[in-house]
């Protein structure tokens, strides 16, 4: 663990965006003690007003601070994007593990049923979600990590299929192993590392599926801000407050930038054949 | 009927595997990887298992163990009852239930040939040698972590190499650490499976000794599987040489060596390089590569390369039958042949 | 034993490996020289460095790895081209490559390509090097399948690697390395992936081509049984250096170097009847990248003593054309 962090100290670029990153999370995990004002009050003598010294960003139609929803937003975004996450890890990599190892019927039904999930489009699978859950922060976060969780699966499946050749898992069997020991004491601790680069590298796709089905007034509902809906708030106002974009959008793609960036150089620390081909 | 001695005893042990293709996964044909073996193992010996790639040797190993599911025959084993040291009638592993399987598992154990891919990466060498005991749930904790500075002893790794991991360990001591997990459960048989052949020359000698000064401590019987016929040679009591799924040859080491009665022996004995400039044998020139074992060769399965072959080769598989006391071949022309073997020099 | 001029000779030869770990002496301090027409066997376990040696004589080392030192002379026709100070990508080094110097490995199907026939892979080999017209390469490819034994040599050539059987894609790769009738044909561990049956029939099959190519080969393995049958000179190597060499009966019958004895006795004896117990050398091999002070193999060597820890040993005459590389020979300094 510390060799990993000696080695990843070595990217430039990664030890700067992850910076970044956890700067976000940062500001996720403080936002209700460091937002300049209440995100939620409404003040009808102040609305529409342009960045100012009080406002750095503005404010909206019902002159809610832009500053303090962002930061706010970014509370949201962390907070389902993350339980997603954890939500496609938790349902695929054990189902992948499972069928990966055991193989047989039950390997194929469950392949051809991850690939079903695969080619529908993630929003209209998210879609069904929200329409029967509701349009709920927990359904959002069931329909953005069932959406995810195919691919958990795959990749998991792919990873375990290769260390279950190895001969060490073949000497546990040849000790009387079960299989249960075997995926808990041998396939799992080998293939953490790729399903941690997994992990990270899909958490952008997260960041941008919740934008995207909040924009769509699929997602979290008003008054909680979320970026996506405020972007779609903004859009109405674009001729006469184009400022208020910029909020949203730049916490948008610095986070998405961020995890891709650090994602890549999680995979190329870890693997670092990958980097010499580059 | 099964003599007192005999550890294990197999019977016509078949495996095949099918060859799939296409969308269905229809199976088309079978590849008979084992193709009716007979052999027993006496207690205390080592038994050598020759052949080429492909021959079947390892797949013979691995459905003993049923490590590898049988298509059919028997696989008899003395196992050793659960109090200690009374020995139980014969057991078919073949037929075993999970249960069975489990508790034979602490008597027969299996040796790799590569010593980077049979070692966890993610556990210590205590913990790699400690497994087999935590998975049949033997012993305490602490128990177990002196059982494990024992068996390192044994191989003769130290105490404190106990908490490190494989990866620093060269080729031969990861080798002592796959020994030393074999022996955790104190088993009765070891297949050896090409135990030396991933090591160099010096490590190889090195590994060769420690098991032969382990099966005298231990009373341990092996099942050495391998392709170097001087390897065998130095360690077996008895060989048996395998030939596209089948066994054509089973004799004492020095029978089977110095008087071979197949064809097939008779060329592969030719066919090792000896260490010594002044040693020239003419070599048998065996024809062409081993005929896939998905459609051998009608009658006898060597009969394409053979240079004793008449028409009854071509047609009638010979009868696997004793040629002498202890000695088993399957050939037509065993008896009027005069083959040559190693001369000693 | 050695004729007047030499075909090859390597003086001084290092080669090191600059890596993330630290440098490692792969071949450190090695020279040799080989005679038209002999074969010169060079034997040591995995990591000696010979290997290394004769990428090095093809001009194949590629960065991290760097010839420090040395010359690699290839004597021709037209005077002597010292191959060390060629650029590994130039010209130069192409035209001796397959010409003059022709290369096997170990594992033939990493150095066919998996894609073309391998007819046409050898009228490739052929039309790179020499003035001929495609048909007429490829009947000379056809003929090169039949001299190295491969049946129906016209079917073949439409065959593609995969189709072939491990000795048989070796035949072919003997066939490509012979195509332009090199000088020197450097083999590297030929046939250790092979069965023993198909290794006896490669090893026949060299013997023959040595014969009626007058080739000289490189030989390296690590199996003494393969050297004792294909040499008529031994190189042993241990940790980058050469620690003994001789003509290939001195060295099987009197080995002086402690590392041959110790490796003479750790292969079984297929002739011998007597139960003995294998002469193992104890320990491992030490890590190339440690540079300990004194002989490389002083730390395993039964007979080490307190000058072998402090100095290296030269290669020095311990017999008619044999030389050793160890104190027990040599008055002590």
Known sequence: MTDFFRRYSRDKVGVFFGALLLLLYGVALTAQWITPADP?????????????????????????????????????????????????????????????????????????????LLI?????????????SGPTETGVIVALGLAQAPQFVRITRGVTLSIKEELYVEAAIAAGSGWLHILARHI??????????????????????????????????????????????????????????????????????????????VQETLNPKLKKRK | MTAENTLLEVRNLRKYFPVRKGLLQRTVAQIKAVDGVDLTIRTGETLGLVGESGCGKTTTGRTILRLVEPTGGEILFRGRSLAGDTDTAMTDVATASPAQIKLLRRDMQIIFQDPYSSLDPR?????????????????????????????????????????????????GQ??????????????????????????????????????????????????FIAHDLSVVKHISNRVAVMYLGKIVELADTRELFGNPRHPYTEALLSAVPVADPDFKVERIPL??????PVNPPSGCHFHPRCRYAQDVCRTEPPAYRAVGQTHFVSCHRADELSLRGMRSS | MAAAEPLIEVKGLKVHFHTEDGVALAVDGVDFSIAPERTLGVVGESGCGKSVTARAIMGLIEPPGRIEQGEIL??????????????????????????????????????????????????????????????????RAIDLLAAVGIPMPRQRFDHFPHQLSGGMRQRAMIAMAMSCNPRLLIADEPTTALDVTIQAQVLDL?????????????????????????????VVMYLGKIVESAPVREIFRHPKHPYTQGLMGSIPSLTDWGARRLTAIEGVVPSPFAHAQGCGFAPRCPHAMEVCRRRSPDLLKVGPGHTAACFLHQAAP
């Open chain 1, 40 to 116: 939620m009050a409404v003040n009808l003598r102040e609305v529409f007003s342009p960045p100012s010294a009080t406002h750095w960003l503005g404010t909206d139609q019902f002159g809610r601070d832009i500053l303090s929803r962002v930061i706010l937003a970014t509370q949201v975004t962390v907070k389902v994007t993350s339980a997603a996450c954890l939500f496609a890890v938790l349902t695929g990599v054990p189902i992948g593990m499972f069928v990966g190892y055991r193989g047989g019927w039950i390997e194929s039904v469950t392949m051809r049923a991850t690939d079903m």
């Open chain 3, 74 to 139: 290839l004597h021709g026709p037209d005077g002597i081209v010292d191959i060390a100070g060629l650029d590994p990508r130039g010209a130069e080094i192409r035209d001796i490559r397959g010409t003059e110097i022709a290369m096997i490995f170990q594992e033939p199907m990493t150095s066919l390509n998996p894609v073309f026939k391998i007819g046409d892979q050898i009228v490739e080999a052929i039309l790179l090097h020499e003035n001929l017209s495609r048909s007429q390469a490829r009947e």
């Open chain 1, 120 to 132: 529908f489009p993630i929003i209209m699978l998210a879609i069904v979600v929200v329409v029967i």
């Open chain 3, 206 to 234: 060299m013997n023959a081509l040595r014969r009626d190519f007058n080739t000289a080969i490189l030989f390296i393995t690590h199996d003494l049984g393969v050297i004792a049958g294909m040499a008529d000179d031994v």
């Open chain 2, 123 to 171: 556990m210590t060498v205590g913990e790699i040698v400690g497994e087999p005991l935590q998975i049949q749930g033997l012993m305490s904790r602490s128990e177990r972590m002196a059982r494990v500075l024992d068996l390192l002893g044994a191989v003769g790794l130290s105490a404190d190499h106990a908490r490190r991991y494989p990866h620093e360990f060269s080729g």
């Open chain 2, 174 to 223: 990861r080798q002592r650490i796959g020994i030393a997990r074999a022996l955790a459960l104190n088993p009765r048989l070891v297949v050896a499976d090409e135990p030396v052949s991933a090591l160099d020359v010096s490590i190889q000698a090195q590994v060769i000794n420690l098991l032969q000064d382990l099966q005298e401590q231990f009373g341990l019987t092996y099942l």
């Open chain 1, 188 to 265: 799992w601790p080998n293939i953490s590392t790729p399903i941690i680069v997994q992990a990270t590298l899909t958490l952008p796709v997260f960041v941008l599926n919740a934008s995207a089905l909040s924009y769509l007034g699929l997602g979290v509902q008003p008054p909680t801000p979320e970026w996506g809906q405020m972007l779609n708030e903004a859009k109405d106002h674009l001729i006469n407050a184009p400022y208020l974009i910029v909020g949203p959008a730049a916490a948008l793609v610095i986070f998405v930038l961020s995890a891709n960036l650090v994602g890549d150089a």
């Open chain 2, 287 to 292: 024809e062409g590569d081993v005929p896939s």
